[in-house]
T-cell receptor, first 110, second 111 residues
Framework: GESVGLHLPTLSVQEGDNSIINCAYSNSASDYFIWYKQESGKGPQFIIDIRSNMDKRQGQRVTVLLNKTVKHLSLQIAATQPGDSAVYFCAETEGDKLIFGSGTRLLVRP | KAGVTQTPRYLIKTRGQQVTLSCSPISGHRSVSWYQQTPGQGLQFLFEYFSETQRNKGNFPGRFSGRQFSNSRSEMNVSTLELGDSALYLC??????????FGPGTRLTVT
């Protein structure tokens, strides 16, 4: 498959463990944030979003935490599975545009 | 409901040529955004169209252009191709411009 990024930071976790992927954003005026998952050879896939009036939002096996004070976003994946192996991007809004972070590669060890 | 489709999936062009990529959004989605993805620069916003009008534009040269048709389908065009234009070009559609759904991308290689 295609290489999304040759020098991405990589998080390696054991199958079944929890994963935490972090992201720092730059625009304190951003009011909407999204996490995307990109598998090799595919486009980014929406995982979960959060608005700036919230500090936590939960989905199925995923939780997003937002700390506006330090402009930090995190994605927590519970009971990480081999199918979770991918590159994860956070994105913040700038008007109607999405500005993406550089991504983190998640590797799940069997 | 069908997802976002992009054609072609793979393309090889020569420096100096021009290329047109096509994107069909999810039915009912009126906003279409284009992104360039490269290993060195990551995902970079090109432009966004809504109701046939370019609503937002990223920091790319004028060689990169786009348009949207009345059925919300969109095309992007790159003229006078350079080696550095080799990338995965992604299209995303949304009802508004926030929750965007991406297509599989078009892999462009410029030789």
């Amino acid at each position: 498959g295609e290489s999304v990024g040759l020098h991405l930071p990589t998080l390696s976790v054991q199958e079944g463990d929890n994963s935490i992927i972090n992201c720092a954003y730059s625009n304190s005026a951003s009011d909407y944030f999204i996490w995307y998952k990109q598998e090799s050879g595919k486009g980014p896939q929406f995982i979960i979003d959060i608005r700036s009036n919230m500090d936590k939002r939960q989905g199925q096996r995923v939780t997003v935490l937002l700390n506006k004070t330090v402009k930090h976003l995190s994605l927590q994946i519970a009971a990480t599975q081999p199918g979770d192996s991918a590159v994860y991007f956070c994105a913040e809004t700038e008007g109607d545009k999405l500005i993406f972070g550089s991504g983190t590669r998640l590797l799940v060890r069997p | 409901k069908a997802g976002v489709t992009q054609t072609p999936r793979y393309l090889i062009k020569t420096r100096g040529q021009q290329v047109t990529l096509s994107c069909s959004p999810i039915s009912g989605h009126r906003s279409v955004s284009w992104y360039q993805q490269t290993p060195g620069q990551g995902l970079q916003f090109l432009f966004e169209y809504f109701s046939e009008t370019q609503r937002n534009k990223g920091n790319f040269p004028g060689r990169f252009s786009g348009r949207q048709f009345s059925n919300s389908r969109s095309e992007m065009n790159v003229s006078t191709l350079e080696l550095g234009d080799s990338a995965l070009y992604l299209c995303a559609s949304s009802v508004a411009a926030n929750e965007q759904y991406f297509g599989p991308g078009t892999r462009l290689t410029v030789t």
